[in-house]
Structures are given as C-alpha cells and as structure tokens.
C-alpha cells in the first residue's frame, strides 16, 4: 500500500499551469526526493499532498494519503489526518513558527492535538523531541521565543512540531536548506531512522543534489511543472538522459570564474568585537579584515555568534568592545548623515526572505528601498528603470516589480533580497546565507554574477554560508566561528586541505559532497 499516490495531478492559478499531470507515489520505508529549479512545481506538489493548496488553485486528479483521498474529505476529517498520518517541514520557518509563542509550546500544542495527554506530559514529551533534533534545554530552553533562536535553530523547532504525533508521511520542503553542515547531517540521520526504523514514507524536495543523492531511494526532476525524469540515484545523477537533468548536475559542481583581490589597505577591519546577550557572549574578541575585491567566507555552526557579528558589522546593534572600520571609517561611533553615507557602502542580504520582505509591499517598493541612502532625488521613471535592471540581473524579469513577495517561490523571494542590495551598487555586501535557498542552477548564475561584479567593480563580499563545498570556489579566506570566538582563518585552499582546528575538520567531514555520494551509492549496486 502506498502511503502517497498522485495520479494526473495538474494545478493552475489564473489559468497558469504550475504542475501539469504529475503522478508519483511513496511507499512504506521510502525516500522519493523531488528536485528543479524553483517555480518547477515541488513545493506546489508538496501542499497538494497536505491539501493545502489554497482555494484560488484550479486542480484536477487525485491525490490519496493513506488509502484516503483527500478531495473526499470533509475538513474535520482533514484536520485530523494532518500531523497524525501527514506531517509537512516548511521551507521557511520565520514563517512557519509562531512569533509569540514560546517554542516549547509549540511543539507541545502539536502533541496534544493528536494525543490525549496532560500539557505537564505534553511539554515533557517536546522537551524530548527538542532535544531530539538538536536543541536540548541548555542550547535552547523550551521557554525561548522563535526570534531568540538562529535560522538553523528555528528549523530544529519547525521538524520537532513535525514529528510531534509520529505521522507515517513525512513531507519536507527545503528541510535543511537553513542548517549549518554538523546540524544537516543530524537532521538527515533523524529523517533517515524514522524511515527505517518506522516504516515511514519521506517525501523529501531539494535543490541539493549532494543531500538527495546521498538519502533518496528514488529522484524525481520537475521542470516547468512537469516530471521529465525518474530513477535511482546512482543512474540519474551520474549518466541523466535529459539535457535538464545533465544541466542540473553541472550546475551543482559549478565553480564560477573569479578576479584576484585588489591589493591595497582592506575595505572592512574587524578589532576585538565583543557582543553580549544578557549573560551570555555571543562573540568573542573577533578580528579580521575584508580587502577590496576579495570574497571572505565566514563559516560555522547555527549558534556560533555569526548573524550577530554581521549585525554589528552592519552597525544594527553596537558592541560591547572593539570597533569596525569600513574604509578607514569607524562605522560603530558614526551617527546621523555620516552613518547613513557608510551604510549605502555596505549592504546586507539576510537569511530569510520571508522574514526580510515586507509581505505588504510590491516588489518595485522593495528592491528600491536602499535608493534613500543615494544623494539626490530619484524620479519614477529612473527609479523603475533601476529596479527593472536590477531585478533581470538576479534573474527575474522587469514585470516581476509589480507583484508581492507571496507570489514568489522561496528562491525567486531571496533573489528579489539580492537584488535590493545590488540596486546602490555598495563597496561591500554582507551575504547571509544568500544562496542557500536558491536551486542549484539560479545559485550558478547568482555566484557567477556576485565574480562578476567583484572584478568589474572591485565590490567585496563577506559570505556566511554553512556550505563549505560552495565556500570552496568563492571564498578567498575562511574565517571559522566557534562558540562566539574565531578559532581558526586563513586561505581557503589551505583551510580546508589542512586544517589546523578538529571544529574545522568536523565541519569538512559533514559536508555533502555530491561526487562522494554517488561513489558510495555505485558500490552500495
């Protein structure tokens, strides 16, 4: 018996396909992965599957959870399935997560809907599923709220209420696209017990090809909302049949052309930062610099201080101790007209899009807010023209300006984030996890345009990014965070060929690596 089946399954929005009859099924103890680039279809075919799709989608064909079909089912009936037998992982868990809800109590009120238990049982039971997926209470109390938490953090909590009632359907979207490298691998063993040791079914949408060629039984590749290739992932990703498929695979191994850094005084220098949240010290004494035309990727764990350096960096919450010089200038003591003359210099694109958009706002408001910081007035006609050349440089097209953030899938969301922080063409821009959610093609360009500008315009980039395969073709140096303090920098080469720290070395060994997997994968045949 199949725990999915999705036969013929077409779904339009304003009479525009976005999956075109797409059949599928999971089976008991399997892990089917579907992949593409973003606006192929996945995350639609993942809502279908939880009958989520909202009541402005036209669709046709039927899909069956657990021998019920859920076009039949009244929405009690449907409440009920969800979480019990069909749970889904969201891509963006900013979203996701209830803002002024303690996270404990989320995942508590995930149990007790489906379970007849006291809230003293229930809470203990979350207690157990935190810690279960990496957030045990001295990491992160139950009592927390969802902002208090990192990215990764924020997704640890979104699979524990996921997995709260023990669902024999398991739906994750992008599960671990936020994580660092050491929580990616954690979450994926959770994911890949309860499949064997549960029976349960995963449907698993990805655009890292390392991760689904290393956990999927089977991959599906979704292009323009229709399925155009299927097969095990020894075969698929090694020998593709479709030209798609092959352009995929190459997109992952993707290392774009990059300029030398510039020499000359560095752009960005880092003194001694210390940065205190009540008792505790999120960073340490951290030192580095950023030179003109030179990418520096800064790496480590969900946790480790960085999303707090680079706030500090981007002078949005002062330090307790050091100071940041942007040219020459000190970014921390700067106020008024002086600080907003350095911000337009320094541009930042956060992790989240969902939480970094103004949901309210048309794209063409959005992308061309940064244009404040510029000396003089920006008429309508220059600032749509503006907006339009920005947005067709991150990939997206000029009528893209006039639609909402909703609309987007998540990847097309932190392309719009992108191309905000280009629009004032910066001297340098602070990139957190700006890649992470996007597909393996559209990271391609991305990273290929990000060289691109660097060279031209001698722009310089300081990238958090738990994707050390990725850091390897981008970054100049590395700069490894550990517990708010800075345990290890240099050239990336020699970093990662020899490193001199275990934190770093455990990093490296976390790592996906496609070309690994499938080696493993054709000895496993």
């Known amino acids: 018996m199949s725990l999915l089946s999705i036969e013929g399954l077409t779904v339009s929005y304003g009479g525009?396909?976005?999956?075109?009859?797409?059949?599928?099924?999971?089976?008991?103890?399997?892990?089917?992965?579907?992949?593409?680039?973003?606006?192929?279809?996945?995350?639609?075919?993942?809502?279908?599957?939880?009958?989520?799709?909202?009541?402005?989608?036209?669709?046709?064909?039927?899909v069956t959870v657990a021998r019920q079909e859920l076009g039949a089912l009244a929405p009690r009936d449907l409440d009920r399935l969800r979480g019990r037998t069909v749970s889904m992982i969201f891509q963006e868990p900013l979203s996701a997560l209830n803002p002024a809800m303690r996270i404990g109590a989320q995942v508590a009120e995930a149990i007790r809907l489906h379970a007849r238990v006291s809230r003293?049982?229930?809470?203990?039971?979350?207690?157990?599923?935190?810690?279960r997926v990496g957030l045990p209470a001295e990491v992160a109390p139950p009592s927390r709220y969802p902002h208090a938490l990192s990215g990764g953090q924020r997704q640890?909590?979104?699979?524990?209420?996921?997995?709260?009632?023990?669902?024999?359907?398991?739906?994750?979207?992008?599960?671990?696209?936020?994580?660092?490298?050491?929580?990616?691998?954690?979450v994926l063993a959770l994911l890949r017990r309860l499949v064997a040791e549960d029976g349960m079914g995963l449907l698993l949408v990805s655009h890292d090809l390392a991760v689904v060629a290393d956990m999927a039984d089977r991959i599906l590749v979704m292009k323009d909302g229709a399925l155009v290739e299927e097969g095990a992932p020894a075969g698929l990703l090694a020998s593709p049949r479709e030209a798609y498929t092959r352009t995929l695979v190459a997109s992952a191994r993707h290392a774009p052309v990059r300029t030398a850094p510039r020499e000359g005084a560095p752009l960005l220098e880092v003194w001694g930062i210390t940065?205190?949240?009540?008792?505790?010290?999120?960073?340490?004494?951290?030192?580095?610099?950023?030179?003109?035309?030179?990418?520096?990727?800064?790496?480590?764990?969900?946790?480790?201080?960085?999303?707090?350096?680079?706030?500090?960096?981007?002078?949005?919450?002062?330090?307790?101790?050091?100071?940041?010089?942007?040219?020459?200038?000190?970014?921390?003591?700067a106020r008024g007209a002086e600080l907003r003359r350095l911000r337009r210099n320094v541009q930042a694109v956060f992790q989240d899009p969902g939480g970094s958009l103004d949901?309210?706002?048309?794209?063409?408001h959005i992308v061309a807010e940064p244009l404040h910081l510029l000396d003089g007035r920006i008429?309508?006609?220059?600032?749509?023209?503006?907006?339009?050349?920005?947005?067709?440089?991150?990939?997206?097209?000029?009528?893209?300006?006039?639609?909402?953030?909703?609309?987007?899938?998540?990847?097309q969301r932190q392309r719009v984030a992108i191309a905000r922080a280009l629009i004032v063409e910066p001297a340098l821009v602070v990139l957190d996890e700006a890649v992470s959610a996007l597909d393996v093609s559209v990271r391609a360009r991305i990273l290929d345009l990000l060289a691109d500008l660097s060279g031209r315009l001698g722009l310089s980039y300081l990238f958090v990014s738990h994707d050390?395969?990725?850091?390897?073709?981008?970054?100049?140096?590395?700069?490894?965070?550990?517990?708010?303090?800075?345990?290890?920098?240099?050239?990336?080469?020699?970093?990662?060929?020899?490193?001199?720290?275990?934190?770093?070395?455990?990093?490296?060994?976390?790592?996906?690596?496609?070309?690994?997997?499938?080696?493993?994968?054709?000895?496993?045949?």
């Open 359 to 364: 949901p309210r706002w048309r794209v063409e």
């Open 156 to 186: 640890r909590v979104a699979i524990a209420i996921a997995i709260a009632a023990e669902p024999s359907l398991l739906i994750a979207d992008e599960p671990t696209t936020a994580l660092d490298v050491t929580t990616q691998a954690h």
């Open 16 to 62: 525009e396909p976005a999956v075109r009859g797409l059949s599928l099924s999971v089976e008991p103890g399997e892990i089917v992965a579907l992949v593409g680039e973003s606006g192929s279809g996945k995350s639609t075919v993942a809502f279908a599957a939880m009958g989520l799709l909202p009541k402005s989608a036209a669709t046709s064909g039927v």
């Open 379 to 411: 008429d309508g006609p220059e600032r749509r023209r503006r907006v339009e050349q920005a947005l067709e440089q991150v990939g997206l097209s000029a009528a893209d300006a006039d639609r909402f953030p909703h609309q987007f899938s998540g990847g």
């Open 120 to 131: 003293r049982e229930a809470d203990a039971r979350a207690g157990e599923l935190l810690a």
């Open 275 to 333: 940065r205190r949240h009540g008792a505790l010290l999120a960073v340490d004494d951290a030192s580095f610099t950023v030179g003109r035309g030179e990418t520096v990727g800064l790496v480590g764990e969900s946790g480790s201080g960085k999303t707090t350096l680079l706030r500090t960096i981007l002078a949005l919450d002062p330090p307790q101790g050091g100071d940041v010089l942007l040219g020459g200038e000190s970014i921390v003591r």
């Open 468 to 525: 050390l395969a990725m850091m390897r073709h981008v970054a100049d140096r590395l700069v490894v965070l550990r517990q708010g303090r800075i345990v290890e920098q240099g050239r990336t080469a020699d970093i990662l060929a020899r490193p001199t720290h275990a934190y770093t070395a455990e990093l490296l060994a976390a790592t996906p690596d496609l070309d690994a997997a499938l080696k493993r994968r054709a000895a496993q045949a």
